[in-house]
């Protein structure tokens, strides 16, 4: 099984580890994770995952039970954008606020595909799988 967390709670909890603080740790991975249903992991899966990563990152000896590898989720933080003046890099919130904005320029389908990005990018972001769907009007 993976674990996939977000970077800061990744360096959370490697910092803690760095600090030799295992069971503190195994506490943030316990308090900062969800599964896809909301559900926290076991304190077995949890000690078992940081220990697994204690072995991977760290060197320390190979665990008797492998646990699930932890993994972190990419979280893209800005995006360069081109509207016709010229390239302007945004943040993914301010990137929704400049398609609106330049609605005029590209108009509403790209608007709307625009719009469609940003939301896949969030979804990316989150962990959650994004796929292509081909046009039926082509």
Request: hydrophobic share 40%; glycine share 6%; with cysteine.
């Amino acid at each position: 099984m993976i674990i996939k967390i977000s970077s800061e709670l990744y360096s959370k909890v490697c910092n803690e580890l760095n600090l030799s603080k295992k069971i503190i740790a195994i506490k943030t991975l316990l308090d900062g994770h969800r599964d896809d249903q909301g559900r926290r992991m076991s304190l077995k899966d949890a000690k078992q995952a940081i220990e697994r990563l204690q072995w991977e990152k760290f060197n320390e000896s190979r665990p008797s039970e492998l646990g699930s590898k932890i993994v972190v989720v990419p979280i893209i933080k800005q995006i360069t954008c081109d509207f016709g003046d010229g390239p302007v890099s945004v943040d993914v919130e301010k990137f929704q606020i400049k398609i609106l904005s330049e609605l005029q320029t590209v108009g509403l389908e790209a608007t709307g595909h625009l719009l469609e990005l940003c939301q896949a990018i969030k979804a990316f972001s989150e962990g959650k799988r994004i796929g292509i769907i081909d046009d039926l009007n082509d």
